[in-house]
């Protein structure tokens, strides 16, 4: 079945650790994704890819850092110098840019917990 | 800044009856607008969605209007079941500027559908 795999679905780390979230995906969509969630404040986008080896920031960029070496793949790195990195954690992919109207598909996400 | 609000954080509607949910878009350039639907611990999921170039679009129980003046769109659910209890978010893309390539999200809205 085609569809977005994020993985793990639960991650603990302790504080001033990196942490690396996967994300991959075999719908042959060349943009990717990266969303997070918090109570209250919807789904904030993190950084968004519209082509292999380019991606942009997005909203709340700062202490993440992520690489598209491979259209189906978008890990997402956490690092420690993100302040608050308690949240729930979504990929997402669209056939193309979400600029012209692209539906986006959404992982099961991943829900990353500092100690 | 947000630019897609949902103001209201939740909607309790009876088993039966219809449910309005809405959303507030404050950037002119938006020109696709979606909703999607999550549950708990899971991945959002593509509802409806609607093109600046018309203002209603139906899907089964779904229809979506939009009215670009007031800058405004609604989902309307009828008849509402108790496995639409869910939370819903309001999406809007751009095809230039600043928004383009991506999707902005409102904060979402919790519905509860009773039996």
């Known amino acids: 079945d085609g569809g977005i795999t994020q993985s793990p679905k639960y991650l603990f780390r302790k504080e001033g650790q990196n942490v690396t979230l996967s994300c991959e995906q075999n719908l042959n969509h060349d943009a990717m994704y990266w969303y997070r969630q918090d109570p209250g404040q919807g789904l904030r986008l993190i950084y968004y890819?519209?082509?292999?080896?380019?991606?942009q920031k997005g909203d709340i960029a700062e202490g993440y850092s992520v690489s598209r070496e491979k259209k189906e793949s978008f890990p997402l790195t956490v690092t420690s110098a993100q302040k608050n990195p308690t949240a729930f954690y979504l990929c997402?992919?669209?056939?193309?840019?979400?600029?012209?109207?692209?539906?986006?598909?959404f992982g099961e996400g991943s829900r990353l917990t500092v100690l | 800044d947000q630019q897609v609000k949902q103001n209201s954080p939740s909607l309790s509607v009876q088993e039966g009856r219809i449910s309005i949910l809405n959303c507030d878009y404050t950037n002119s350039m938006f020109d696709y607008f979606l909703w999607y639907k999550k549950y708990p611990a899971e991945g959002p999921t593509f509802l409806i969605s609607?093109?600046?170039?018309?203002d209603k679009n139906e899907d089964g129980r779904f229809t979506v209007f939009l009215n670009k003046s007031a800058k405004h769109l609604s989902l309307h659910i009828v008849p509402s079941q108790p496995g639409d209890s869910a939370v819903y978010f309001c999406a809007a893309s751009a095809k230039g500027g600043t928004s383009y390539g991506k999707l902005t999200f409102g904060q979402g809205t919790i519905l509860t559908v009773h039996p």
């Open positions: 609607i093109s600046s170039i018309k």
């Open positions: 997402a992919s669209s056939k193309r840019s979400t600029g012209s109207g692209g539906e986006l598909f």
């Open positions: 890819s519209q082509i292999v080896n380019d991606f």
